[in-house]
């Protein structure tokens, strides 16, 4: 009984690390995934949607954007791996649009599984 609490204490922490760093993996692809679509937006409308009306108009097609030609993407728009929504601004701080997640914890900054992850 010993031995296997001794295994499990080395092996538990190990195992639930992989799971944060898969968690990390997956946004990353899902932003690249985003940028990727709000790229094809941009060339057929001619700009990226604004602040207002964010990632959703990857999916529905805003009232006052003839040339929408989506939805640009397969499926509805995703949640990060945490749960929370991808934060979108345009034009942003970084470029010309900024895109983002903010880690496990749902807030700005921190470190690890916490930290924000970015388009640019």
Known sequence: MVIIGLLAGYVGPKFFGQIGKSEVKAAKAQIDALQKSLDQYRL?????????????????????????????????????????????????EHGEYDLLSYGRDGRPGGEGEDADLTSW
């Open 44 to 92: 057929d409308v001619g700009h990226y949607p604004g602040t207002e009306q964010g990632l959703a108009a990857l999916v529905t097609k805003p009232a006052d954007e003839p040339k929408w030609a989506g939805p640009y993407l397969s499926k509805a728009l995703p949640k990060d791996p945490w749960g929370h929504d991808y934060q979108y601004r345009s034009p942003g």
